[in-house]
């Protein structure tokens, strides 16, 4: 047999380099081609009374204790999360999918049914209602002290409540669950997505912070606890710390709610030994955090710390000898209106709490915490919060992340575009992950609240619809208010 070299030659060089060239394009559709919805869809198990979902709408997501995370196709029944981690999915002999393995975890499937409330994480509301069917409505009156009114005889306007619904329902934002806007003394717009409503309580995760500095300052107003610097090591029973340091004895509360204590607690360092993914897992997280080296004097440099909100926490109910949820319901939810069946606040300090001791409350309760600050610490007239704790905790005493910083509130800087051009404007918020937020901007009698699920997102929807639809249009009618009342 006799082979022709000219045409072996002309194979290697022409035809088979396009032939792998054709390989590698099917190999690579077949490691990115989207795999069938109906496949994964279902329950599958973790931790007890944690499962997991599975499940999509316009993307694929799992969704866990109501908070949803995005999962990329990377391969054949292979997923990852935003931050990299892989869910390998595994099959059973007749090729259907079983579980899937995570981090050498492996989560069995134990159904394929999802719940109602996570299927509606699909879409801002049912397939098919689009921002052409939005129609706004005023707010109802429940008779829950909260004033409502029409958002035309604002100065917000109609046009605000259609920009904002409608990017949420054309999904230029994404994820927000609810946007409470109070205007002058009035509920005037009041939306929901994704499932929520009303009479629904919603996760705050760092916004509880917030609430635990208002409580912090109840109980300083009642002279349980003598003020902000009043030192925290006496306030606590335990007998002996790990890495003693003459300067823990001198941390204040004051420090802690500032996030300044010195201690070596900073959530955005992967390296920190008080990153609250490694206090976590402490069984005492107080302890845990108390016992960490000091890096800094207190009182001089500020870093995010989750783990002193839990010490802020315990040192006012042991000041005031109650839990911390009681205290709350006694002297602030309940004078709120609030009933304790309105709210959940898993309170519990160790590693036992999944819920990370995070509160759970109702948009329009947010709205009430928010109404309290803006008016000074009163509602209808009673004086829940003392003025001077309300501005006292909503000043600068620190920077956290280059951001002001005040008692576990901070003071968000938004760069608004007017016709005058760019204006800065201060606005006090609790904010949490995902885009938990109630914004106080009392220069414009404005309280914002949002709910949202972007969890673990570089940015939330929220800051980015304050400033480009909210405040634009707020500043520029009170501004133009002012110009044109006649001057005396």
């Known amino acids: 047999m006799t082979i022709d070299r000219g045409y072996m030659r002309a194979f290697f060089v022409v035809v088979f380099p396009v032939l792998l060239a054709i390989l590698a394009i099917e190999l690579k559709a077949q490691e990115t081609s989207a795999p069938r919805l109906e496949d994964f869809v279902g329950t599958y198990a973790d931790t007890p009374s944690h499962p997991v979902e599975i499940l999509g709408g ?7 204790d109501e908070a949803k995370y995005s999962l990329k196709a990377k391969g054949v029944d292979v997923f990852s999360t935003k931050y ?62 909260i004033a409502v009114g029409d958002i035309a005889r604002s100065p917000l306007g109609a046009v ?76 606590m029973s335990y007998s002996s710390y790990a890495n003693p340091d003459p300067r823990k004895s001198a941390i204040t509360i004051g420090e802690l709610l500032s996030m300044s204590s010195g201690l070596d607690c900073d959530d955005h360092s992967s390296t920190s030994p008080g990153r609250e993914t490694v206090l976590d897992d402490s069984p005492d997280w107080v302890k845990a955090t108390l ?52 709210w959940a606040w898993n309170y519990d300090l160790t590693n036992a709490d999944k819920e990370y001791s995070q509160i759970h409350l109702r948009s329009r309760d947010m709205l009430k915490l928010g109404i309290v600050f803006e008016d000074g610490g009163r509602w209808h007239g009673r004086q829940l919060i003392s003025e001077s704790w309300v501005n006292t905790s909503t000043a600068e005493h620190s920077h956290v992340d280059n951001v002001s ?6 003071r968000h800087t938004f760069n608004v575009e007017t016709p005058g051009g760019a204006e800065q404007v201060v606005v006090t918020s609790a ?33 980015t619809i304050m400033e480009k639809l909210i405040l634009p249009r707020l500043m520029q009618s009170v501004n133009r208010a002012k110009t044109s009342s006649p001057q005396k």
């Open 160 to 235: 605000t409540a259609n920009a904002v619904v409608s990017a949420i329902l054309d999904g230029t934002y994404k994820d927000v669950h609810s946007v409470l806007l109070y205007q002058d003394g009035k509920l005037v717009l009041e939306e929901y997505f994704y499932g929520n409503s009303v009479q629904r309580p919603h996760q705050l995760r760092s916004a509880t912070k917030s609430v635990v500095s208002a409580l912090a300052g109840i109980a300083i107003d009642r002279r349980a606890i003598s003020g902000v610097n009043e030192g925290v090591m006496p306030a």
């Open 291 to 342: 016992d960490l080296p000091m890096i800094n004097d207190p009182g001089t440099r500020g870093y995010y710390c989750s783990g002193g909100v839990s010490v802020v926490g315990r040192m006012t109910e042991n000041a005031v000898h109650m839990p911390l949820p009681e205290f709350a319901q006694k002297y602030l939810f309940g004078p709120l209106g609030m009933a304790r069946t309105d």
């Open 405 to 410: 910083y005040g008692y576990f509130w901070w």
């Open 84 to 145: 990299g981690s892989k869910l390998s999915f595994h099959r059973d002999a007749n090729g259907v999918v079983n579980g899937y393995e995570q981090n050498g975890k492996f989560h069995p499937r134990v159904s394929t049914a999802v719940t109602p409330e996570s299927a509606a994480l699909a879409w801002p509301r049912a397939k098919g209602q689009g921002p052409s069917n939005y129609r706004y409505t005023a707010p109802l009156d429940m008779h829950d002290g």
């Open 431 to 463: 904010q949490g992950n995902g885009g938990q937020k109630i914004y106080i901007a009392s220069k414009y009698h404005l309280v914002a609240v949002f709910t949202a699920g972007a969890y673990n997102a570089d940015s939330t929807p929220p800051n």
């Open 58 to 64: 316009d993307d694929f997501f799992a969704v866990q």
